[in-house]
């Protein structure tokens, strides 16, 4: 891959910049190779009650999301939920894993035979899919729509406020040939590297849109310490114990890291209220009656 030319030959005639079978075996060896990541045959430890979906873009270039879970939608969405008719169509759970990490120049697309899909990497257009995260939870739970949640985590990978302007990622199918190909995908690698700060302007338009009042903003968390230079691309792993450390440098003393901590240990408390807080004649301490309802916990979307 370092010799000038060969290299460049070698990636674009392989799709890939690096081999997918080693990455493949990887999450096998993690995940197991027959678990379906919806439906199929369950085992006790993995029969868990919790919503999962990634994202990833389909050969057409429309977003997808897959999911262990169903749920019932009447509108159009910009996105589609992938739900084949048949479970031979759904996605193991490893192959799901590689549908999301399949990004563009780095790993080829995933080729899923029996649906006869291809899919790349989710970021090509959701580099942070909050927006979707927000109306799938609607979706899951319509009686809870109206509410705010207890909690939302926006968790990103470090941007540099500097960057050039937004990029807006126009699709076309693969093109056939080596150089037509080598120029598609490095034009959807070049739009994924410049979406670090997409991701936090993402973050900022969702909260403009959202508008939660000043007393439940505390319920949005976002946690992306900023660069003073561009973030590395993603292969260069040599940066990876530099990017820790900055990390933790930024983050350690964050008071959302805290606050985000306190929120999470309170989401496994649920009391019912009975009557009005009483303050003591100091007013440093308060006093209020009710009971611990278990209904609560387990309708409640944590």
């Not at 739970?141 to 807006?168: H, M, N, Y």
Request: charged share 25%; net charge neutral.
């Amino acid at each position: 891959m370092n010799v000038p030319g060969l290299g460049w030959i070698v990636s674009n005639y392989n799709h890939s910049r690096y081999e997918t079978q080693p990455l493949q075996e990887a999450l096998v060896e993690a995940f197991g190779k027959e678990p379906y990541l919806f439906g199929g045959q369950r085992t006790e430890t993995g029969n868990i009650n919790v919503r999962v979906a990634v994202t990833a873009t389909s050969s057409a270039g429309t977003a997808i999301v897959l999911s262990n879970y169903n749920r019932l939608c009447n509108e159009k969405l910009p996105y589609q939920f992938y739900r084949p008719e048949k479970q031979v169509g759904e996605l193991k759970v490893w192959e799901a894993a590689r549908a999301t990490s399949a990004a563009p120049t780095y790993f080829k697309a995933l080729c899923h035979e029996p649906s006869k899909q291809t899919f790349w990497d989710g970021g090509v257009y959701n580099n942070n899919p909050i927006n979707i995260a927000d109306r799938e939870r609607k979706l899951i739970w319509p009686d809870l729509a109206e509410q705010e949640p207890d909690v939302v985590v926006s968790i990103g990978t470090l941007f540099c406020g500097k960057s050039e302007k937004k990029r807006t990622t126009k699709w076309a199918s693969s093109p056939k040939g080596i150089v037509a190909h080598f120029k598609f995908l490095a034009k959807m690698a070049s739009d994924h590297l410049h979406t670090s700060l997409d991701s936090q302007r993402t973050w900022e338009e969702f909260m403009s849109v959202r508008g939660p009042a000043a007393a439940n903003r505390g319920r949005y968390i976002r946690l992306n310490p900023e660069l003073e230079t561009q973030p590395p691309k993603l292969d260069e792993v040599d940066q990876l114990e530099a990017l820790e450390e900055i990390t933790r440098f930024r983050i350690g003393g964050d008071h959302k890291l805290q606050s985000l901590a306190r929120r999470l240990i309170a989401t496994s408390f649920y009391f019912e209220t009975v009557g009005d807080v009483k303050e003591d004649e100091t007013g440093h301490a308060f006093e209020i009656e009710g009971s611990y309802t278990p209904e609560l916990c387990r309708r409640a979307p944590c």
